[in-house]
């Protein structure tokens, strides 16, 4: 297994300027994480899906940050327009798990991320 | 907030020595998990131990769970400069998603 796969692995652009980061989860898995990664803030988890659908989405740091996935082999996290301070390393990661309350949290397969810089 | 926190913060020891980090939690747990993710890469699950459990092993690496404390250990013996990384046992909010906490930061000097 080729394990999560992320792409770009590094992006530049410019202020203003309309990013898109794609994951591959792993084959079969039903849980879908982004995270952010920065020195001030640390690891942050920005939305989940299960079963392609958006479950918590509480982390999406304001409206200028969309997620999708389309299907279970797919998805895409959206900054437009983006700003400097977006500048971060951004992961994706998956795993095999249900809900809340429906068994203990598995263990999660990270990619190995995207490092944004907006300039 | 249920973020799990390690300490220390940052732990620099020689090749050969072993290293013991901690982690606390808040809430109860099903199970706690290590991570481990080396400078510019993706986080790598190193070991899990469930709530019944009170240590396992994996190799070079042992993990405690006290849950009465709510606190795990993680030692790693005979440390190498490869073990160079930081450390997290991220909480687990109710089965749901992983917290991070900052992890801590380990420096094998040769």
């Known amino acids: 297994d080729a394990g999560v796969i992320q792409s770009p692995r590094h992006e530049v652009t410019e202020m203003g300027q309309e990013v898109t980061l794609r994951c591959k989860p792993i084959?079969?898995?039903?849980?879908l994480f982004w995270y952010r990664q920065t020195m001030m803030r640390g690891l942050e988890l920005l939305i989940y899906?299960?079963?392609?659908?958006?479950?918590?989405d509480s982390g999406m740091p304001e409206d200028r940050f969309s997620a999708k996935m389309p299907n279970a082999s797919f998805s895409t996290l959206k900054i437009q327009p983006s700003e400097p301070r977006d500048s971060a390393v951004y992961f994706c990661a998956s795993t095999q798990g249900g809900r809340a309350g429906v068994g203990p949290t598995n263990e999660q397969f990270f990619g190995p991320g995207t490092r944004l810089t907006v300039l | 907030s249920q973020q799990g926190e390690e300490d220390p913060q940052a732990l620099s020891i020689q090749e050969g020595e072993n290293a013991t980090m901690n982690c606390s939690y808040k809430?109860?747990?099903?199970?706690l998990q290590w991570y481990r993710q080396n400078s510019g890469r993706g986080l790598v699950h190193l070991i899990l131990?469930?709530?019944?459990?009170r240590e396992k092993h994996s190799g070079r690496l042992r993990v405690t769970l006290d849950t009465s404390k709510k606190s795990s250990s993680l030692l790693i013996t005979a440390s190498r400069a490869a073990d160079t990384a930081s450390y997290f046992c991220?909480?687990?909010?109710?089965?749901?998603?992983?917290?991070f906490g900052p992890g801590t930061r380990l420096s094998v000097l040769p």
């Open positions: 991220p909480q687990d909010n109710y089965g749901q998603n992983f917290v």
């Open positions: 809430t109860s747990i099903n199970n």
């Open positions: 899906f299960n079963n392609n659908v958006p479950i918590d």
């Open positions: 131990i469930r709530s019944n459990e």
């Open positions: 084959s079969g898995h039903n849980s």
